[in-house]
């Protein structure tokens, strides 16, 4: 259940990162989505704790999953997100945009037509309808 404000706090928390430097493990896409599920809805979803691509791969492998994508539908699932089609992805959903970096993808952010991303270069929008995967946070 997304809490009071959420979306006066999302702006809030997007507007925020977008301040904030690139740091794997802190301020990259899992944790800038993970902080923005914790905005709507004041649930923490993923605690795992990790501080570089190498650590990442190894939370991966650790939870035998293949890729992002994988540890995201598991968190999706366990929290009761829906998976919805990205074109009816609204502010606040996450979506998966698949890529040819290293863990297959990167989580982001529906903020309406566009979706937002932390990337190394910073925050990054996309169409949402270009995404491949979205979940309903609620």
Do not use: H, P
Not at 72 to 101: H, M, P
Not at 102 to 108: A, D, H, P, S, Y
């Amino acid at each position: 259940m997304r809490i009071e404000n959420w979306d006066t706090k999302l702006s809030d928390y997007i507007q925020k990162q977008q301040l904030v430097k690139f740091r794997r493990g802190k301020t990259d896409c899992v944790n800038f989505v993970i902080g923005a599920i914790e905005t709507i809805t004041g649930k923490i979803v993923f605690e795992q704790e990790y501080n570089s691509l190498k650590d990442a791969k190894k939370i991966i492998q650790e939870l035998n999953k293949k890729d992002l994508l994988d540890i995201a539908k598991d968190i999706a699932k366990e929290n009761n997100f829906e998976s919805i089609g990205c074109v009816y992805a609204q502010r606040g959903d996450v979506v998966f945009l698949k890529t040819n970096e290293e863990l297959g993808g990167t989580l982001g952010v529906c903020i309406g037509q566009k979706s937002i991303f932390r990337a190394k270069a910073g925050v990054e929008t996309r169409n949402t309808t270009t995404c491949d995967f979205a979940w309903r946070i609620e």
